[in-house]
C-alpha cells in the first residue's frame, strides 16, 4: 500500500479536491494542514521547492496542485 501525505490548508478548494479524490478512490492518507504547523509547511517546501498546495506526497514523490492523471500514475505503481 503506497504511503500518502497530503499537505494542504482548510481555505484551500483545491485541497479539498485533492483529498475527496483520494477518499473516492478508498485511499488512506495523512493530511497535513500546513497553516498550523510550521515544520511540516518547511518539510514541504524543502521537498518540492514549492509553497503551493495542495502538495500530495506518494511513496515519496512529490505531486504539486490537484493532477488527478499524476495521482492515478503514481496510486498504480
Do not use: H
Not at 14 to 42: I, M, P, Q, T
Amino acid at each position: 500500500m503506497a504511503k500518502i501525505k497530503v499537505y494542504s490548508t482548510p481555505t484551500c478548494p483545491y485541497c479539498r479536491l485533492a483529498k475527496n479524490f483520494l477518499k473516492e478512490k478508498g485511499v488512506d492518507f495523512e493530511d497535513v494542514d500546513v497553516s498550523v504547523d510550521r515544520k511540516a509547511a518547511e518539510e514541504m517546501i524543502q521537498k518540492s521547492g514549492q509553497m503551493g498546495v495542495p502538495q500530495i506526497e506518494i511513496n515519496e514523490k512529490i505531486i504539486v496542485g490537484f493532477d488527478k492523471g499524476a495521482i492515478e500514475r503514481e496510486l498504480g505503481k
